[in-house]
């Protein structure tokens, strides 16, 4: 008789981690909300956060035939609405990208350290930015950049023959496309630096490209790469549970209904696709793909499912406080955000080989 009320503690212990990622996923919510108005906000022309809030109201409302007063007029819109904003938000979708992307490479390649940029998605892009950079004249291709295209363009090639490389090799045994992009990254890394040597003139350009950079971040930029994040992101969302099988072991998976093969192949060209947006709006920014994931598993544990959702909002929040510091931290001049990034990265990653060295 004693033993009754068990049952009722044992259905209430799912729930708690259910609670907490319901607490953390809000959580990253807000951040991502208020870095985005802080991010339109600071700047070298200082936006009053009440004539801001007037003006995304009336721009929103707008379409419905409501009128908001009290907004911004003349250079404090412009600034607002064809500088900050968009700027503010191709960050947001860059971070939630890379971010979102490096926790899917993690759950595929069982590697805590893999991140976006592991089947040379970054040599393939640095490659084709540097190619046009250095022999294509600066003209732009409809609403973008040569620049831009040359590097998505660059950074599918690198995955695909990284992947078409593990195929041949052993098919999709996740040691073997690690191996496989070691190769075709170091292959397309040295074939940049064979271009920049030629070149020596672009070097500056090309290494501003190579530290990242949304400066120069317009509205088409968001158009350009929205729908391929959109998907890419949707994608790896809805594998979060496969995922959490797959941790179990190959064999385990296939007798709960996974295909290991499959599963391996679908998250590698949805996470390369986001990372390639990604990289041909923003260049190369480093540790946002590594440092999100870690933090995210920290707070609502191991559980894809759980860690991807929260990734993709940390990392938008993340990448969008990081661009704020890179605009004011030495302004007028401004930091290329992989700096940032990596100042950031570096000590976390520090902190946490110390941290397992005192562990052991």
């Given at each position: 008789m004693t033993a009754?009320?068990?049952?009722?503690?044992?259905?209430?212990a799912p729930a708690r981690p259910r609670r907490r990622t319901a607490l953390v996923l809000s959580g990253a919510a807000v951040a991502l909300v208020l870095s985005a108005l802080a991010g339109v906000w600071v700047g070298a022309l200082p936006l009053p956060p009440g004539a801001v809030l007037a003006t995304l109201a009336d721009r929103a409302l707008s379409p419905l035939g409501v009128d908001v007063p009290g907004g911004l007029e003349g250079t404090g819109a412009a600034v607002l609405l064809q500088l900050r904003l968009p700027r503010v938000a191709l960050a947001a979708l860059v971070g939630a990208g890379l971010a979102v992307s490096g926790a899917a490479y993690q759950g595929v390649?069982?590697?805590?350290?893999?991140?976006?940029?592991?089947?040379?998605a970054a040599a393939g892009a640095g490659l084709g930015a540097t190619l046009v950079i250095a022999h294509v004249p600066a003209t732009p291709l409809?609403?973008?950049g040569l620049v831009p295209l040359a590097a998505f363009a660059g950074a599918l090639l690198g995955v695909g023959a990284a992947l078409l490389l593990g195929t041949a090799a052993g098919g999709s045994h996740s040691a073997t496309l690690l191996l496989a992009g070691v190769a075709v990254a170091s292959f397309l890394a040295a074939a940049q630096t064979l271009v920049q040597q030629q070149n020596t003139d672009d070097l500056r350009a090309v290494y501003g490209w190579l530290l990242g950079q949304l400066g120069r971040a317009q509205w088409s930029d968001v158009v350009l790469v929205l729908p391929y994040l959109g998907a890419a992101c949707l994608v790896l969302l809805l594998c979060g549970r496969a995922l959490d099988v797959l941790a179990v072991g190959d064999d385990e998976a296939r007798s709960l209904g996974v295909h290991p093969g499959r599963l391996r192949l679908l998250v590698v060209v949805a996470a390369s696709l986001a990372t390639a947006s990604a990289v041909a709006v923003s260049g190369?920014?480093?540790f946002v793909g590594l440092v999100v994931p870690h933090v995210?598993?920290?707070?609502?544990?191991?559980s894809h499912a759980r860690v991807?959702?929260?990734?993709?909002?940390?990392?938008g929040a993340f990448l969008v406080l990081a661009d704020l510091v890179a605009r004011v931290a030495l302004a007028p001049a401004e930091l290329p955000i992989g700096v940032v990034t990596a100042f950031v990265g570096a000590p976390f990653f520090a902190g946490l080989l110390w941290a397992g060295a005192r562990r052991r």
């Open positions: 009754a009320p068990a049952p009722r503690l044992l259905a209430a390649f069982r590697n805590p350290l893999a991140d976006p940029y592991l089947l040379g409809g609403p973008v190369l920014i480093g995210v598993r920290r707070l609502v544990g191991g991807l959702p929260v990734s993709l909002l940390a990392g």
